[in-house]
């Protein structure tokens, strides 16, 4: 019986670290899809990744929500939190990506999570880092500061200081945000919620706070086909299918580690932007790629 317990444990383990990776895949393609917008504004992309992507899911999860509503019920101020961080995540991070650049932009939204994530369930959950999480930790920081140092995109040529300074800063918040969504998602779950229920319930409220905005800001939606198509990718799979996943991997692993294992996001998204939009990698760069495979693989080792 211990045995099957012990196997039952490893494999649930080994399936949330797996669904986090595919998460932070999804997620990684998500500022380079944006950059084959024509016209479209970042807050124009983030309404319609927020509203669309968020109906996808409460839809798919109206059973799900009809069941577990009055386990949800003593819940609301932290619903009410997870509502807020989850429209300022997109919005800051499609703004930091179009000012700093699809590589310094993910980096800086993603690469500062763990250590918000950290502060978080250091502060209200008093739990101790591992010397694991210590050393994967210092592998992905190194590599994000040598991801840090990245060129400048070709087509970013004329993006004064300031303006890359404002997206690191946009940056910083939507790090913020996601750090703030995960442990939010974690400390629910934790109290019974079901991921699937108190997931679509936020982000279809999202969805209905942020959707009517897309008539001001979406005028250039339909004037190239480009926009179309970044408006379909965008919502349903680093939105849909990237939360999903992710979702399912917090029921197994602690937020931390998740918001670790999400750096992979990061080398898919500098790897797209060198091959796709033209952004440049010094060896240093891939030296900071290396670091933070590094760090995965150690974080993952059981």
């Excluded at 799900?64 to 807020?84: D, Q, V, W």
């Excluded at 970013?156 to 996601?178: A, H, K």
């Excluded at 379909?232 to 937020?255: C, D, E, Q, R």
Aim: hydrophobic letters at 55%; aromatic letters at 12%.
């Amino acid at each position: 019986m211990s045995n099957l317990l012990t196997k039952r444990f490893s494999l649930d383990y080994s399936l949330g670290l797996l669904a986090v990776l595919l998460a932070a895949f999804f997620w990684g393609t998500a500022g380079a899809a944006a950059s084959f917008s024509k016209g479209l504004q970042p807050i124009a992309i983030a309404t319609i990744s927020v509203g669309v992507g968020g109906l996808i899911h409460t839809v798919l999860s109206l059973k799900a929500i009809r069941r577990n509503y009055k386990k949800i019920l003593p819940f609301k101020t932290k619903i009410g939190l997870a509502i807020i961080v989850s429209i300022l995540c997109p919005f800051a991070f499609y703004s930091s990506v179009s000012l700093a650049g699809v590589s310094i932009g993910t980096v800086v939204s993603i690469g500062c999570a763990p250590l918000f994530s950290v502060l978080l369930e250091w502060i209200f959950d008093h739990r101790k880092l591992s010397l694991k999480w210590l050393i994967s930790f210092v592998f992905g920081l190194s590599g994000i500061i040598l991801l840090s140092h990245i060129g400048t995109s070709v087509h970013e040529d004329t993006v004064v200081q300031s303006n890359r300074l404002l997206g690191i800063l946009f940056g910083l918040l939507s790090s913020f945000s996601y750090a703030s969504y995960s442990w939010i998602m974690k400390n629910l779950i934790s109290h019974g919620v079901d991921s699937r229920a108190a997931m679509g319930l936020i982000f279809g409220i999202c969805a209905v706070l942020v959707l009517p905005t897309l008539f001001i800001t979406g005028t250039n939606l339909f004037t190239y086909p480009e926009n179309l198509i970044v408006a379909l990718y965008i919502p349903l799979v680093p939105m849909f299918l990237g939360y999903l996943f992710f979702s399912f991997g917090l029921k197994h692993i602690p937020a931390s580690q998740a918001m670790t294992l999400a750096l992979v996001e990061i080398p898919v998204a500098t790897i797209l932007a060198v091959f796709l939009v033209g952004e440049s990698l010094t060896s240093q760069s891939y030296l900071g790629l290396f670091l933070i495979f590094l760090c995965v693989f150690v974080l993952s080792r059981k």
